[in-house]
């Protein structure tokens, strides 16, 4: 997998400015071909945060077969600040991602999407790095405001912000509370719903999401 990088060695202020930048490279629109695996990738911590853990599970989309996991384990280094979270977790991540034998052909990450502040959380930072579509799959809202989602499995309202749709609360189980969807790279906010419908059974969470979360442990964690 060719992954680009950057410094991770930034102030706050720098890593502020790089986010605004690198969110002019987000595609969204569907720039993906042939998805035959399907990536999840969550976040945990272990000694008390300065040990972050990243797991990394690949699922065969057809019948959400097991194909692969990893997880890598690297040093904390950025601070936690809510809206940066993805420069505490991605070179951890990106080291996970380069385990594997199997390159997923799409990534659901346990975070956000464009559905940030400066349109471009853990989702985004991922799929511009990688060059793989992605798709951010959040449990609570970061920002945005949005209307009660239909009781209906798939049922869905967009979440906007500034009069803009980035997000969709998602109600992939009826009496369950919704998921907050959005574009990460290379795919559209409605084919993303799609793939997360796709990839969810009897629980809250796709599969990518709940195995990955399983994997990445018990530890607390902390999303962006």
């Known amino acids: 997998m060719l992954v680009r990088t950057h410094s991770w060695n930034l102030s706050p202020k720098e890593a502020v400015a790089l986010q605004r930048r690198l969110a002019g490279q987000v595609i969204t629109e569907d720039r993906l071909g042939r998805v035959r695996f399907v990536a999840g990738v969550d976040v945990g911590f272990e000694e008390q945060g300065k040990i972050t853990r990243a797991a990394v599970v690949v699922l065969q989309l ?69 060059g793989l579509p992605s798709i951010g799959v959040a449990k609570t809202r970061l920002t945005g405001q949005h209307g009660p989602a239909p009781d209906e499995r798939g049922g869905w309202t967009p979440l906007a912000d500034k009069g803009e749709t980035i997000g969709a609360v998602l109600r992939t189980r009826l009496k369950v509370r919704p998921v907050f969807i959005s574009i990460g790279h290379r795919i559209s906010l409605l084919t993303a719903i799609q ?30």
Do not use: W
Request: net charge positive; with cysteine.
């Open 62 to 130: 057809a019948d959400l077969s097991l194909v692969e996991q990893v997880v890598a384990r690297r040093p904390t280094h950025f601070p936690y600040i809510p809206g940066l979270l993805s420069f505490r977790e991605c070179p951890t991540v990106l080291a996970a991602l380069e385990k594997l034998t199997v390159t997923p052909n799409l990534l659901l990450c346990d975070g956000q999407g464009i559905a940030h502040p400066r349109r471009f959380g853990i989702a985004c930072h991922l799929g511009v790095l990688t």
């Open 195 to 224: 793939y997360v419908m796709a990839c969810t059974t009897r629980y809250r969470l796709p599969e990518t999401t709940r195995l990955a979360d399983k994997l990445a442990s018990g530890s607390k964690k902390k999303r962006a």
